[in-house]
């Protein structure tokens, strides 16, 4: 890649990445809708695949999601310097938002018109996250196991009361012993292919 074309894709990260920061509420998963048609259908610079991988690695470390995976993304297209990129144009919205609200938020909030639009927000979200994770579950969920693990996951969290980070680093080494079980299944029937 030349540095024209460097410098582009650079400026189309930070573009693409403000302005999914600037039009999308609700964060995290109510940002997957823009995510996908910006990056997946528009530029095909990620897959489905890999964009639920970075949502399922942004959710396990620390930090918030959506810069999370637009770090990923950044430095996929154009290595460190498209990550920092990336999370600033993610971010940059945000912090402009936040500083002109932080001003106004105690003057504005006890007016009823302020509140009944904080409650169509909130609906508003409710409805793209529900869509969201419809959408998730039918791209993750792909045998009766994962379906399993999703149920006990959500009894955990929601009845149980469970931390989330307790839920995925049991789902994460339940992961690994699962892969390494069905590594060894398969090295151990190769060998017995090859000695008969």
Do not use: C, H
């Not at 302020?114 to 979200?125: C, M, S, T, Y």
Request: proline share 3%; glycine share 8%; aromatic share 12%.
């Amino acid at each position: 890649m030349g540095f024209k074309e460097k410098l582009k894709t650079i400026l189309d990260l930070y573009g693409i990445f403000a302005r999914i920061g600037t039009f999308t509420i609700g964060g995290g998963l109510a940002m997957m809708p823009m995510m996908q048609r910006e990056l997946i259908e528009k530029r095909k610079w990620i897959t489905e695949e890999e964009l639920i991988d970075y949502y399922a690695v942004g959710q396990s470390t620390p930090g918030i999601v959506a810069v999370n995976v637009s770090t990923f993304v950044g430095y996929k297209q154009a290595g460190i310097i498209g990550g920092i990129v990336s999370t600033l144009g993610m971010i940059t919205p945000s912090l402009l938002i936040i500083m002109i609200l932080a001003t106004f938020i105690n003057s504005i909030s006890d007016y009823p018109y302020v509140q009944k639009a904080l409650r169509g927000i909130n609906v508003a979200v409710a409805a793209l996250m529900t869509y969201v994770i419809i959408n998730f579950a039918r791209k993750t969920i792909k045998n009766f196991e994962n379906a399993i693990f999703m149920l006990i996951a959500f009894v955990l969290v929601f009845f149980f009361k469970v931390p989330s980070f307790w839920i995925i680093l049991s789902a994460l080494l339940i992961g690994i012993i699962l892969t390494l079980a069905t590594r060894s299944q398969v090295k151990n029937q190769n060998d017995k292919d090859g000695n008969q």
